[in-house]
């Protein structure tokens, strides 16, 4: 029987980078890449949930087989709703969910980037989300998805808003830039504003 480890952005990010966070998390991070360097060989395959993660685990010293495998996703689009104004989603959790702490997840979802943003588009709507909402009730009304990450795995969120067929902007090479994404929102809310704004 194969022996599968499976890796998301975090997991296969913290293996070769120390990303802001609390000195605590910093200090376990050493003791996870002593725990992976044991453990990495007892895996027949790993798999990553966006095969931009392989590279980590190249850097890290995984030398066996490694496969991009999506989680499932079981999701039916919904039906849009007419309105007023350009709605821009962003998602950043408002808890943190490992001990980098809001310092960590401030980061890697481009939090700095996206004030600068919100300045700079005062004509749209933002509508930021964390986790907490039944996000069907937000997609019909959602005409844009910006995510200015620094580092990602294959996002549930930007996969529904591809159902929904709601364009998405994300970071190029996870690089955040505020003036490229500034352009494209401005782009997008002048196509928008020739139909219905």
Not at 99 to 107: F, K, P, V
Not at 149 to 160: A, I, L
Request: proline letters at 5%; glycine letters at 6%; hydrophobic letters at 35%.
């Amino acid at each position: 029987m194969r022996k599968i480890c499976w890796w998301t952005g975090t997991d296969a990010l913290t293996l070769v980078r120390n990303p802001p966070g609390t000195l605590i998390w910093h200090t376990k991070l050493i003791l996870y890449r002593i725990k992976w360097k044991i453990l990495i060989r007892l895996f027949d395959e790993h798999w990553v949930n966006g095969i931009h993660l392989e590279k980590h685990l190249r850097k890290f010293g995984v030398k066996k087989k490694v496969l991009n495998k999506e989680t499932e996703l079981i999701y039916s689009a919904v039906k849009k709703i007419n309105h007023k104004g350009f709605n821009i989603l962003y998602y950043c959790p408002s808890t943190p969910n490992n001990l980098g702490g809001m310092r960590y997840i401030n980061w890697v979802y481009g939090y700095d980037i996206f004030l600068q943003i919100s300045k700079r588009i005062p004509e749209a709507n933002i509508i930021t989300v964390g986790g907490e909402v039944d996000m069907n009730e937000v997609y019909p009304i959602i005409d844009l998805y910006i995510r200015p990450t620094r580092h990602d795995g294959n996002p549930r969120m930007t996969r529904e808003c591809e159902i929904n067929d709601i364009p998405v902007i994300k970071s190029k090479n996870f690089n955040p830039d505020v003036n490229y994404f500034v352009n494209e929102i401005k782009k997008r809310i002048q196509e928008k504003g020739k139909y219905n704004l």
